[in-house]
């Protein structure tokens, strides 16, 4: 079953306030194998992907989209960054369903996802494809 091609242009309601903490920066350069970038508190670039899948998560588990979650693959991510993500930064982020085309039984759902802060400073824009196999597959 291919999702309803009306879904293209739905932006999605902002996520939960994400609060940035010298901690959570740490986790991810962990996580990434990457050095502390002005002594721990710049996020790297990638950082927008923790409150962007909060974003995805949103998309891929409401039950008027009509997503299985096991029926899909992450097939394409970017980001631009407006400014460098800082401890102490509240992040939201807002998602929205750029383009969706149906290709040999799958569809290919095209999302951009804006991040900024709490207060509506632009931070990061996350784009991302996701691959959706339908039910029937």
């Known amino acids: 079953m291919s999702l309803d091609p009306a879904l293209a242009g739905r932006t999605f309601a902002p ?4 609060a940035v903490s010298r901690a959570k920066i740490a986790e ?3 996580a990434l194998g990457a050095e502390p970038v002005n002594e721990g508190n710049t996020a790297p670039l990638t950082f927008p992907i923790v409150i962007a899948f909060q974003a995805m ?3 891929m588990t409401d039950p008027e989209v009509g997503i299985q979650l096991h029926n899909v693959i992450h097939g394409d991510q970017r980001f631009e960054q407006t400014r460098p993500i800082e401890a102490g930064d509240e992040l939201v982020a807002t998602l929205t369903i750029e383009s969706l085309r149906a290709a040999a039984g799958m569809d290919m759902i095209g999302t951009r996802t804006e991040v900024k802060t ?3 400073e632009p931070v990061a824009t996350a784009f991302a494809t996701l691959v959706h196999r339908g039910s029937a597959q």
């Open 15 to 18: 996520t939960p306030p994400y």
């Open 28 to 30: 991810f350069n962990t």
């Open 57 to 59: 998560t949103q998309l």
């Open 118 to 120: 709490s207060s509506g």
